[in-house]
């Protein structure tokens, strides 16, 4: 049985120009003093022009965090005006990228097979993806919430082998539950996320399953945390609104209140 280390994500959003990133950094450094990296793997996915900053006071040992990008092109180069490629992600030393995103789905029209494909340019640029999963109200109020995420769950992951699956990092997002305040009930989210690892281990094997790790994302504060991590599949959160406090952040990292 592989242990999993628990993974808390903070995504910024489109929040925090560089000036605003560098004091959210400057005070999520002096939170997370001492923190238990072996115990807990923190880390943050500002907008691709903080990355630098985070970069600077991670490289100077300010901050125990890894980092990434909340999106990448799935080109690898050239004539892609506003996109950002997963080699330029790395050579700012980003290890992670968001991909599939409800918002990117919702607002950019990414559909599975961008998705996947963004998945895949990931991998190949040395990244780790978190691919975002999740129903919509409709869905839930149907009872179609594990359907629908074990549909995104296949299209996203559709093509890599079971050792590139054990790598992903894949999190469970209801989209009803995002910024609206609405945190799904620890047994909900460990509905999902069980499902999710179980599908992993049909398609890809106990070995992929047992490594994979599935967060929970939608409304996590540091009040409902704990009760989330309690469950045995949920490996961690991503966490919107809240990451934006350093205190606030800190304590989810930590899964206290
Ligand atoms: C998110 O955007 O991934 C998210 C979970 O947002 P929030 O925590 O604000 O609901």
Redesign the pocket.
């Known amino acids: 049985m592989t242990t999993r280390t628990p993974l808390m ?1 903070g ?1 910024w ?1 489109m929040n925090l120009d560089w000036k605003q990133g560098l004091a959210l950094v400057e005070d999520l450094g002096d939170a997370l003093k001492g923190l238990d990296t072996s115990a807990v793997e923190a880390v943050v996915l500002p907008p691709a022009v903080d990355l630098r900053t985070v970069q600077t006071a991670v490289d100077a040992g300010k901050l125990p965090i890894a980092y990434g990008a909340q999106d990448i092109s799935e080109h690898e180069s050239g004539a892609y005006t506003g996109e950002i490629s997963g080699a330029m992600l790395t050579a700012l030393g980003a290890t992670y990228v ?1 991909v599939g ?3 990117r789905r919702q607002y950019h029209g990414e559909t599975e097979q961008v998705t996947n494909a963004k998945v895949k340019a990931a991998f190949a640029a040395g990244l780790t993806p978190i691919l ?1 999963v999740g129903e919509a109200l409709d869905e839930r109020k149907a009872g179609k919430q594990v359907e629908f995420s074990l549909a995104q769950v296949e299209g996203g992951l559709e093509g890599l082998d079971a050792e590139q699956v054990a790598r992903t990092v894949i ?1 469970y ?1 209801p989209v009803w ?5 609405e ?1 799904a009930t620890p047994d909900d989210a460990q509905e999902v996320c069980a499902a999710i690892r179980e599908w992993v281990r049909t398609v890809h094997g106990d070995t992929a399953a047992d490594a994979v790790r599935v967060l929970y ?5 540091s009040s409902n945390v704990a009760e989330l991590m309690q469950r045995p599949d949920v490996d961690g ?7 934006l406090k350093a205190d606030e952040f800190a304590k989810i990292v930590r899964f206290q209140d």
């Open positions: 994500a995504n959003k968001a995103h409800s918002e975002c999190a997002e539950a995002i910024g609206t305040g945190v994302g939608g409304s996590v504060k959160a991503l966490v919107g609104g809240a990451s």
